[in-house]
């Protein structure tokens, strides 16, 4: 069987989830699905210009994250993905120093996640040791436009909108070097038939931006119960772990997006347990979570 490999949120937001966690993987395999690896810890600390898609809260120490991040080998991706960038945003020192950081790497490679082909042309000049990952908050709905985006040999990854998850006659079409290029975003909550999706994205980079504009306000059924992972398991989009494993996999795809940073530790642990960890060592795992006093889920 191939390998999926998770690309995971919460960089900087749930660094200290991850301090748990990622050693718990390495070190007792056992636990875990053995197909399963992790491909990168995406995200974006607070207050981020270029931010988007959502806004990022994390806090930790950006060479510290880095640091631990290259001790594991993992790849690590900035969440740049704002849509409404102007030159004048190109010089933002944080951002910037950011990318510098993450180009420093020696041991893995690490990317940035980009909406704005502004600042794609930007990235590509200016930090060439940094891959590129096109956003789904470009919100490619149809296939052929997706395919286009696909095409593109400035992104190593494009991951599509969730609605295109069952497309599968397609998927099965593409050559394998396009499959290699494809990350399935897999626990999406948002309405299927959602028409704002965009206008609720762009939202979120005026915020970055410090802007003003109307706040977005979510009219989706059910909405105003926020992110429930028993909801998200019942989107159409939804692709869970038998999906990946008897569908994907076989088909030839092995990149998988799990989302969440603006959601809480307790339930990005929930995703790790569904989607990495055997079943009878979910408690296992929970406990060695839990039970460390220093980490607060909730």
Not at 30 to 40: N, P
Not at 200 to 224: D, I, N
Not at 239 to 257: A, C, E, Q, V, W
Request: charged share 25%.
């Amino acid at each position: 069987m191939n390998t999926a490999y998770y690309h995971l949120p919460g960089l900087f937001e749930f660094c200290a989830l991850y301090r748990m966690f990622v050693p718990l993987f390495r070190e007792h395999r056992e636990y875990f699905y053995d197909w399963c690896e992790i491909g990168s810890i995406y995200g974006a600390p607070a207050d981020c210009l270029w931010g988007g898609g959502r806004v990022g809260f994390g806090d930790s120490d950006p060479q510290e994250v880095l640091a631990w991040m290259e001790k594991y080998g993992i790849s690590a991706r900035l969440t740049f993905s704002n849509s409404l960038l102007r030159e004048e945003h190109l010089a933002d020192r944080r951002c910037n120093g950011l990318c510098a950081l993450l180009e420093e790497s020696r041991c893995v490679q690490n990317g940035v996640i980009v909406h704005s082909d502004l600042l794609l042309d930007y990235l590509r000049k200016t930090y060439p040791g940094l891959y590129l990952v096109s956003s789904t908050t470009k919100v490619l709905t149809e296939f052929e436009q997706f395919h286009r985006e696909v095409q593109r040999e400035e992104f190593r990854y494009i991951v599509p909108d969730f609605r295109l998850n069952r497309a599968l006659e397609q998927w099965r079409g593409l050559p394998q070097n396009e499959k290699d290029k494809v990350e399935f975003l897999c626990n999406e909550c948002c309405w299927f038939g959602c028409p704002d999706r965009k206008l609720c994205y762009e939202a979120v980079s005026r915020k970055s931006l410090g802007e003003p504009g109307a706040e977005h306000r979510c009219a989706a059924p059910g909405s105003e119960g926020g992110y429930r992972f028993s909801k998200a398991m019942k989107n159409p989009g939804f692709i869970g772990i038998d999906d990946i494993r008897n569908t994907y996999l076989p088909m030839g795809y092995s990149h998988f997006k799990i989302e969440g940073r603006s959601l809480g530790s307790a339930l990005i642990l929930e995703f790790l347990l569904y989607y990495m960890t055997k079943p009878e060592y979910q408690l296992t795992v929970r406990e060695e979570i839990y039970l460390d006093n220093m980490l607060d889920l909730f």
